[in-house]
């Protein structure tokens, strides 16, 4: 039973407002955030008020309807580009560990990297099946939708003061080399090798608004689903198990988890400390 | 002494947060609670953000309610214990489920305390009782003016009485609180069986 709760009006109306907000965001721009879970983004419709000097959402409306620009520069709160290389190195050793072995099986491999943001997790996918000697034959789609960290992810550079974080990572992923053999120092940063993203397709693509466009042997999706709400959460993992083949692999952030919803039954546990499924047998 | 028997009653979420001396705390606090507490209980306590914790696990020993780590929209249960992961904020999503982000470290904290009182509030407004103990942090303040400015209610541990009493001091101060308690006095308002 739904206990009984008096909600704060003020809330309501808060709530109110960011929905035609994001109804109109939708109807101008084409971006879809009206199934984002609304804890999160009330925060961030906050922060983005504050930035952008508006008492209310509903003033924020008014702008983001009238100015494009600031639409771009908005796009920054209504995502979240927070990612490190080989986060979580259990999930990394547990993909070298136990994926890797069955990808070896087939021909050519197409992996799906699904909420890329900067790029972090698909430079760290990239170097561990170079390291594998799988990378020649497989094809990594990095799909997103902010413009700003796809081209961030692209360029493969990021500041020197994460390198230290991303190398402890990158050992305790089970690295076979020295993180540092992947890249060079330059002045912004430092930047991967280009050889790595040969085999890698940058690509805008919507979980909420588009389709599959690819069938895939594993997808990758981890701390985007966070950010969805039930209903949006069933149908981005319902383009993942329609993307995926017999079999195929689909690996979650640590604190994610496909019980909750409706394709619960389709995948099965693979890797369970690691959020690592499998799809199962149709 | 009604309103204090009544927690039960009056409250259909309890969320707590702690930091530096607040493991202490919450130990003493969760081994308080009856079995049959049937009140949804919260908790964050900054943590380490790059390694697991055994922060529930440890405490359910002390706990007579199930005590979990937050896993992404799982439903709030009354009677059971939810901490935030490590390196996730904690929200309550809606009066059913919870929802974690990675949003931004909160004064260099993920989890943080101001996200879980913030959205507990904007969901349950009077009907949630946030309780901020020991840290050495302003985390939390932010929260407890969120949560009294929607109806709900605070207690807030006496800065005295806490290991480190920058936390409830910089609250109080920022917010103000409903009661200024002493762990022991959290506790007994806690114990009451139904
Ligand atoms: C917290 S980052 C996760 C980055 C990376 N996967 C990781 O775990 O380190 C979340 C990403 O999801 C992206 N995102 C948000 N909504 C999306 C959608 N509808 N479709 C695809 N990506 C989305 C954001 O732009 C952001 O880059």
């Known amino acids: 039973m739904v206990p009984e709760v008096t909600r704060d009006q003020e809330t309501e109306l808060f709530d109110m407002e960011v929905r035609l907000l994001l109804e109109a965001v939708y109807l101008r721009y084409h971006y879809d955030f009206r199934d984002y879970a609304v804890s999160s983004l009330r925060r961030r419709m906050r922060h983005a008020m504050a930035r952008f000097d508006c008492a209310r959402p509903s003033d924020l409306q008014h702008r983001l309807l009238h100015e494009p620009d600031l639409f771009a520069q908005a796009l920054q709160y209504f995502t979240v580009q927070v990612s490190e290389m080989f986060r979580d190195p259990g999930y990394f050793l547990a993909l070298r560990e136990h994926v890797v072995p069955v990808l070896r099986t087939y021909p050519s491999i197409k992996l799906w990297v699904a909420g890329c943001s900067t790029g972090e997790e698909v430079w760290s996918l990239a170097i561990l099946l170079a390291e594998e000697e799988l990378l020649e034959r497989a094809l990594i789609y990095a799909t997103d939708i902010n413009p700003e960290a796809l081209q961030a992810a692209e360029s493969g550079t990021f500041a020197l003061d994460r390198v230290a974080q991303f190398s402890r990572n990158y050992l305790a992923a089970g690295g076979r080399a020295s993180l540092s053999d992947y890249y060079t120092s330059a002045y912004q940063g430092v930047v991967f090798d280009r050889r790595l993203k040969k085999q890698v397709v940058f690509a805008d693509h919507s979980l909420a608004t588009d389709s599959v466009f690819s069938e895939v042997h594993m997808v990758s999706c981890r701390n985007v689903l966070i950010y969805f709400n039930r209903d949006l959460q069933d149908r981005a993992v319902g383009l993942f198990r329609d993307a995926l083949v017999h079999r195929g692999f689909l690996g979650l952030g640590s604190k994610e988890s496909l019980q909750f919803g409706t394709h619960a039954r389709e995948f099965e546990q693979f890797v369970p400390a690691q959020r690592l499924y499998r799809k199962v047998a149709a | ?194």
Not at chain 2, 3 to 26: E, H, P, Q
Not at chain 2, 131 to 140: E, H, N, R, T, Y
Request: hydrophobic share 50%; net charge negative; glycine share 6%.
């Open chain 2, 1 to 194: 002494m009604t309103a204090v028997t009544d927690l039960r009653r009056d409250f259909d979420a309890i969320v707590i947060g702690a930091s530096a001396g607040g493991l202490r705390a919450l130990q003493e606090l969760l081994s308080v609670l009856p079995a049959d507490f049937a009140v949804p209980v919260l908790v964050v306590l900054h943590l380490p953000r790059d390694r697991p914790s055994r922060v529930p696990e440890l405490l359910g020993q002390y706990c007579a309610l199930p005590v979990r780590e937050a896993l992404d929209k799982q439903p709030l249960e009354p009677g059971a214990v939810v901490f935030a992961p490590p390196d996730y904020h904690l929200l309550v999503e809606d009066e059913t489920s919870l929802a974690l982000s990675v949003d931004e470290p909160v004064l260099f904290s993920r989890p943080a305390i101001d996200p879980l009182f913030a959205s507990a509030a904007a969901v349950f407004s009077r009907r949630l009782l946030a309780i901020l103990l020991s840290g050495a942090s302003a985390d939390g303040s932010e929260g407890v003016a969120a949560v009294r400015h929607a109806g709900g209610i605070a207690w807030i541990q006496r800065p005295e009485d806490a290991a480190a009493p920058v936390m409830p001091a910089s609250a109080l101060a920022h917010a103000g609180a409903d009661a200024v308690l002493s762990l022991q006095d959290i506790c007994n308002r806690l114990a009451v069986p139904s």
